[in-house]
């Protein structure tokens, strides 16, 4: 659905009309035939009359139509005069292109056409929902368009179908559009030889029913043997839809919680959302059209982690992955359209993995640091970790220690409470202990319990705390010198820890832990309600539960996550770990842990969590079946549209097998595509998918290799091919429909063609041997009867004269106007400035006498026809040399310009001028703003005109003032001007 919006509508040229056929009897042909000489004499007189009459009563246009009816009439009559009587057959009549009725069988042989084609055709297309038509530019209008377009255009198909149909859809379609089509045209059409080429375009169209359509248009651009277009068959479908969908996809890559970059072929920037902006400092609107590199400069630092420079110089650890923007993402074939680049910043996570290599090196050094020995053995009862304090207790060295097997000891005490602890228990022993690796005897307290994992489930290993007896001897200097100690090692360490007596509620707190609430002080004495009040009242609940199942001895250590206030209200997230003492009744007396800062772990994991919930939710809003296949062929994860097209319950479809999903003659083809896919990274396969209850689908499923969590998967997504196969069974009927079509059109045009020759040949011939009749007759009347005529009657022999003067050249012009319409363009450099010299030269020589300023610019050249481009300027220029005949100072100016945004040509002149009211006029036949009698001419100069600059795909156009000249435009397809304006 096309139209040329600087094209004006063909108009038909004044119809001559017919010849009246002659009711004179054979008796009276002899008549006229027996006195030719006074018969003439009086007829011409008459006729004279008339045409004075006409001059002097009718306007300029209908006085030139009613010349040359009464000439036509005079040609007649003087055939009548020389013919002898004999019956004449009456010309066949011209059959239109479009709308002409088939030819009858025994023109083209006995076997009779299909009965009514087009309504064969019609029926075919009524139910399409795409608009499939066939464009003719020659007459501006559709040679068949299907029934869709009434609903789009408001407009039946034969009022689309007929002369100037295309304004029915100009109207409904923005100008801006209409220009952006015409330039894809004109641009494809460059393209050498005459094979028909494809282009799609989109545009905007407002419907009949109100609403604005997106349209998207696949042509076929036709050509003829010169290359020019000769018509345009195309398939034009609504995708407002999918519109509307791809600016929600831009929506939603703006508002995407990560960095979004894309970018087009050339790797420029096409898009930028906020998080990038801020990420990269650049906003969108300075980064499009930039490079790639220009915004996104990355280098590598020494722990090969990707550090993004952004515009301040600043430098940001980040993560990125890109992958290509595809038309049709599931075709294997389809071309990249650019590259969309995710990039994350992954500074909160560099702080937490320092926060958290920090926080184990604390946990190192408390274990380091404490005063009981610690150590960890496995089911084969080796030790397999101990601190120095252990090695300190039994005068050895943790590297001694080590790879000890515990079943040296010898002891079967110490050897059931070990043992005790890896089937889940905990035990205690007091009493001697003699180390394998020498024979002092020592008096420890060994307390073992199994090793859990963060779930609390019990790992096949032991850990264990040991305490020199000795010490508790001397209890009360014991526990003076502990907390001595204790209150240096927090000191020293710096670090966030606590000590929180249950009886007396007291809470101390470390300068590491006061820092993070904002306060300055080596350490702190408050109460375990006072630090109740400073937790989140969300969280209150989870610690004291916390707090209160490790009193009871229900968990081995306490563990909570919690979000504290720090004196400005903020809140932080942190963990809090510690483990109590107790007695030897197993009641808790104190209790002794640390507290970390996990503000922005917590906010990691909110991000992928939100991150992870959007894909979640992405992946089940989409129109189409989504699969995930782990490296076995077996289902993992799938969305709510396979779900629903499948009838399968989530429990059938989990860990189900990739070959059951279809049906079972193409089960060897899906697991044969699976395992193409784990080999080459991508596969396709046109499958059946089974349906329970109900028929099967046609599916193009394309899958591709993925690796999540170090394993390769297959991620895949399926087309629905249902539409896809009904409408490839109508487009070959309908190929096969056109094709039968255009064989039809083309002998139709070939007829249409031969009869336009022979037309010509009749104009160039016949017409003129009459014209040449009423010049001799005119002459002899005016030598042989010229002293019997008075001054009156030899005026008007004198008009006579210069009538049929004016008919031939009338007929000349017309003879040119066709040939141009008809000759085959031979494009190749013209040089205009020259080509003007010698046309301006030639009008001097003419009339010599006049002094005109004329002005050629230099080194104006074009690709173009040489010939037809010496009949433009001919015409030009003679008519700026025509209209600045009555000037006192003529001046004739020629050269290059830019108007409104449009490199063209033009010529200038101070003659006479137009008015614009009236300036479509100037290009179309006859039609003349100037008499006869002010100016001569036949009107068909500017027609000629503008025929062939457009046949070079280019365009004409005038601006004038009354009695202040012209300008006349005229512009050359897209050959770029070399010369100067």
């Known amino acids: ?68 009816i009464l000439i036509g009439i005079t040609a007649v009559l003087l055939f009548v005069l020389r013919t002898p009587a004999r019956d004449t057959p009456s010309p066949a009549a011209v059959q239109p292109l479009v709308g002409a009725t088939p030819p009858q069988p025994a023109q083209f042989g006995t076997q009779a056409p299909p009965a009514n084609p087009d309504a064969l055709f019609r029926e075919a297309l009524r139910d399409v929902r795409h608009l499939l038509y066939r464009f003719n530019p020659t007459h501006e209008c559709y040679d068949y368009i299907s029934d869709c377009a009434e609903r789009w255009l408001g407009a039946a198909t034969d009022v689309l ?49 109100g609403e604005t359509l997106w349209v998207r248009d696949a042509m076929t651009l036709l050509r003829n043997p010169d290359g020019s277009l000769k018509a345009i068959v195309g398939n034009a479908s609504d995708h407002t839809a999918e519109r509307a969908t791809h600016e929600y996809l831009q929506v939603t890559l703006r508002s995407i919680g990560e960095a979004v970059i894309a970018t087009d072929l050339q790797n420029r920037i096409t898009l930028m959302n906020p998080v990038a902006e801020a990420l990269t400092g650049w906003s969108e609107d300075e980064a499009r059209d930039q490079h790639l590199t220009t915004v996104f400069r990355i280098e590598d630092d020494a722990d090969g982690q990707t550090l993004l420079i952004n515009r301040r110089d600043e430098r940001h650890p980040i993560a990125h992955s890109s992958a290509p923007i595809r038309v049709a993402p599931h075709e294997a074939g ?48 080796q030790i397999s970790y101990c601190n120095g304090r252990l090695a300190e207790i039994l005068h050895s060295t943790p590297e001694q220690l080590q790879s000890v097997d515990l079943h040296s000891l010898g002891d079967e005490a110490i050897l059931s409470i070990l043992q005790r602890a890896l089937a889940g228990q905990r035990g205690a022993y007091d009493g001697p202990f003699v ?20 779930t609390g489930a019990v790992i096949f290993g032991g850990v264990g705390i040991v305490e020199d007896r000795t010490a508790y001897l001397e209890a009360e200097e014991q526990l003076r ?65 916390d707090v209160i199942a490790h009193l009871r001895g229900e968990t081995d250590h306490f563990e909570s996550e919690y979000r504290i206030a720090d004196k400005d209200g903020k809140f932080h997230w942190v963990l809090a770990r510690g483990l109590a003492h107790r007695n030897q009744q197993g009641r808790a007396v104190r209790i002794v842990g640390s507290i970390g800062d996990i503000t922005a772990r917590k906010l990691a ?85 089974r349906r329970v209850d109900r028929e099967p689908v046609p599916f193009l499923v394309v899958g591709r290799r993925v690796i999540l969590d170090g394993r390769p998967h297959i991620v895949g997504v399926g087309t629905d091919l249902t539409e896809r196969k009904f409408a490839e069974r109508a487009i070959k009927r309908l190929n096969t429909e056109l094709e039968r079509r255009v064989a039809e059109r083309t002998s139709q045009l070939s007829a249409a063609l031969n009869e336009l020759e022979s037309f010509s040949y009749s104009v160039s011939h016949d017409l003129r041997a009459p014209l040449r009749a009423i010049e001799g007759y005119s002459a002899i009347l005016g030598s042989d009867y010229g002293d019997k005529l008075d001054e009156e009657a030899k005026e008007l022999l004198r008009r006579v004269r210069a009538a049929v003067h004016r008919m031939g050249q009338l007929i000349d012009d017309l003879l040119t106007l066709s040939r141009v319409s008809r000759k085959e363009l031979e494009r190749r450099p013209v040089d205009l400035t ?144 070399l010369g100067s304006s």
Request: hydrophobic share 40%.
């Open 161 to 209: 179908c007929a002369p100037g149909g295309w304004h029915h859809f100009a109207r409904r379609m923005p100008t801006d559009d209409l220009g952006r089509i015409w330039a894809r045209i004109n641009e494809a059409l460059k393209t050498p030889g005459t094979d028909p080429l494809g282009i799609t375009l989109e545009y905007r169209l407002d419907a009949a029913t």
């Open 435 to 454: 180390t394998p690796l020498s024979t002092d005897v020592h008096i420890l307290s060994i307390r073992v319990a199994p090793e859990f994992d963060a």
């Open 334 to 381: 389809d071309a990249s359209l650019g590259e969309v680049l995710v990039i994350r910043d992954q500074t909160a996570d560099r702080q937490a993995r320092k926060a958290i290599a920090e926080q184990q090196a604390r946990y190192q050094a408390l274990v380091e640091n404490s005063p009981v020995g610690i150590f960890r053995y496995g089911s084969d009862l």
């Open 605 to 689: 994991e909110e991000q992928l969590k939100a991150e992870r919930d959007f894909s979640r939710g992405l992946i089940d809003s989409l129109p189409a079946p989504f699969f995930l296949f782990d490296q076995q062929g077996r289902l993992v994860l799938w969305n709510r549209f396979v779900s629903e097209l499948t009838g399968l319950p989530d429990t059938e479809l989990q860990n189900a097998e990739a070959e059951s999903l279809v049906i079972p003659e193409q089960e060897p083809v899906m697991a044969h595509r699976i395992e193409s896919a784990l080999i080459s990274g991508e596969a396709s396969a046109e499958v059946m998918l």
């Open 1 to 68: 659905m096309i139209s040329d919006p600087g094209r004006e509508p063909m108009l038909d040229s004044p119809a001559t009309p017919p010849v009246p056929p002659s009711s004179a009897s054979p008796a009276g042909g002899a008549l006229l035939r027996a006195h030719p000489a006074v018969l003439a004499t009086l007829y011409a007189v008459a006729a004279v009359v008339l045409m004075t009459l006409a001059e002097h009563l009718l306007p300029t246009s209908l006085s030139s139509h009613a010349s040359g």
């Open 481 to 545: 010198d502990t907390k001595e100690r204790y209150v240096l090692a927090q000191r020293g360490t710096n670090e966030g820890l606590w000590d929180w007596d249950p009886n007396t509620r007291h809470l101390y707190l470390s300068s590491r832990l006061l820092s993070l609430l904002g306060l300055k002080s080596d350490t702190l004495r408050t109460t375990g309600e006072e630090w109740l009040k400073l937790i989140h009242p969300d969280d209150r609940a989870r610690y004291r539960a």
């Open 834 to 977: 020259q080509l003007a010299q010698v046309i301006c030269e030639e009008l001097r020589q003419q009339e010599p006498n006049r002094e005109v300023l004329i002005d050629i610019a230099p080194n104006l050249q074009v690709e173009g026809d040489p010939s037809l481009m010496r009949t433009v300027l001919e015409n030009l220029l003679g008519n700026a040399w025509k209209f600045t005949g009555r000037v006192e100072h003529p001046e004739i100016r020629f050269e290059a310009t830019v108007h409104e945004g449009f490199e063209a040509f033009v010529v200038r002149d101070n003659g006479a001028g137009f008015d614009m009211r009236y300036r479509e006029n100037l290009f179309r036949p006859f039609q003349r703003l100037h008499s006869d009698r002010e100016f001569p001419g036949t009107g068909i100069g500017l027609a000629t005109v503008a025929r062939i600059v457009r046949r070079h795909g280019g365009e004409v156009w005038a601006e004038g003032e009354v009695g202040n000249g012209a300008s006349l435009y005229f512009s050359i397809g897209q050959t770029p001007l």
